[in-house]
T-cell receptor
């Protein structure tokens, strides 16, 4: 079972910031928070991941609360092409079968013109 | 760099027939994964290879599914015989190592009649 909770859907206006929440209250100390997205008819696309510090790359920012029980993915200026299902996944980063990605049902982000 | 290549893109077969999917990972990626994604759900890991060895096949229905990665590069997933419940998108992913982000192909959509 997925170890994260996400809202099933969200709307965002084009050009505005999209803030996608994720709850992972049972996260362990060695587990990272990963975000992927899946645009219709495509495979999942890696966005960003972090352990406890906030992270930023060319696609998004990841804000993790101090207690690590929740996080927010921020798309600073959403475009229509950002419409997708966004998956928040917790995963331990060490070798072996126990560090596999377990996808839930994610959040469908609909960017409105 | 070229992404993960999968073929065919679509496949329609009748139940009890056999089918095979092919995946060519990103060059230099040692770890290869096969996922099954049923409509409305997130991807589910079927099997994970490290080079040409199996790391995790705990979710692979071994009575009908098989996979190989003989030379540690490309891989084939086979279903024989197919059942109606095998209708899904089959996704291949690869990563440089087990601890690196996974990169996905666009999958093969399988329909069983």
């Amino acid at each position: 079972d997925a170890k994260t909770t996400q809202p099933p859907s969200m709307d965002c206006a084009e050009g505005r910031a999209a803030n996608l929440p994720c709850n992972h209250s049972t996260i362990s100390g060695n587990e990272y928070v990963y975000w992927y997205r899946q645009i219709h008819s495509q495979g999942p696309q890696y966005i960003i991941h972090g352990l406890k510090n906030n992270e930023t790359n060319e696609m998004a920012s990841l804000i993790i609360t101090e207690d690590r029980k929740s996080s927010t993915l921020i798309l600073p200026h959403a475009t229509l092409r950002d419409t997708a299902v966004y998956y928040c996944i917790v995963r331990a980063d060490y070798g072996g079968a126990t560090n596999k990605l377990i996808f839930g049902t994610g959040t469908l982000l609909a960017v409105q013109p | 760099e070229a992404g993960v290549a999968q073929s065919p893109r679509y496949k329609i077969i009748e139940k009890r027939q056999s089918v095979a999917f092919w995946c060519n990972p990103i060059s230099g990626h040692a770890t290869l994964y096969w996922y099954q994604q049923i409509l409305g759900q997130g991807p589910k890991l079927l099997i994970q290879f490290q080079n040409n060895g199996v790391v995790d096949d705990s979710q692979l229905p071994k009575d009908r599914f098989s996979a190989e990665r003989l030379k540690g590069v490309d891989s084939t997933l086979k279903i024989q015989p197919a059942k109606l419940e095998d209708s899904a998108v089959y996704l291949c992913a690869s990563s440089k190592t087990e601890n690196q982000p996974q990169h996905f192909g666009d999958g093969t959509r399988l329909s069983i009649l």
